[in-house]
């Protein structure tokens, strides 16, 4: 059974800059397309980014395009969400996410992606 374990969330302020970090275990990815997926209070979880097995192509929600960039390290096992230009509505606790399919694939909503962590805070003040 695979886990996801993210770290990198925090405290920060508008227009601040945090990196998350996801690690895999129990299985390798690097024929899985990964994603960031986020769960504000009160609210549904939702896309965020995703980044196709091979890292060649990338998917972000609009409302974080230009200010968050996914990437991979397969050798790694690890992937991770540059977050610049915060602001409060990001708001939400950030969950790293896999998609099962093998091949290269890009999943573009929360339904495309069968497994997640557990989560990291990410809370910015105004």
């Known amino acids: 059974q695979v886990q996801l374990v993210e770290s990198g969330g925090g405290l920060v302020q508008a227009g601040d800059t945090l990196m998350l970090s996801c690690a895999a275990s129990?299985?390798?990815?690097?024929?899985?397309?990964m994603g960031w997926l986020r769960q504000a209070p009160g609210k549904e979880r939702e896309f965020v980014a995703a980044i196709t097995s091979t890292g060649r192509s990338t998917q972000y929600a609009d409302s974080v395009v230009g200010r968050f960039t996914i990437s991979r390290d397969n050798a790694r096992n690890s992937v991770y969400l540059q977050m610049n230009n915060l602001n409060p509505e990001d708001t939400a606790v950030y969950y790293c996410?896999?998609?099962?399919?093998?091949?290269?694939?890009?999943?573009?909503?929360?339904?495309?992606?069968?497994?997640w962590g557990k989560g990291t805070q990410v809370t910015v003040s105004s």
């Open positions: 129990a299985r390798t990815l690097h024929s899985n397309a």
């Open positions: 996410a896999l998609d099962l399919r093998v091949g290269v694939f890009l999943p573009t909503t929360v339904a495309q992606f069968d497994h």
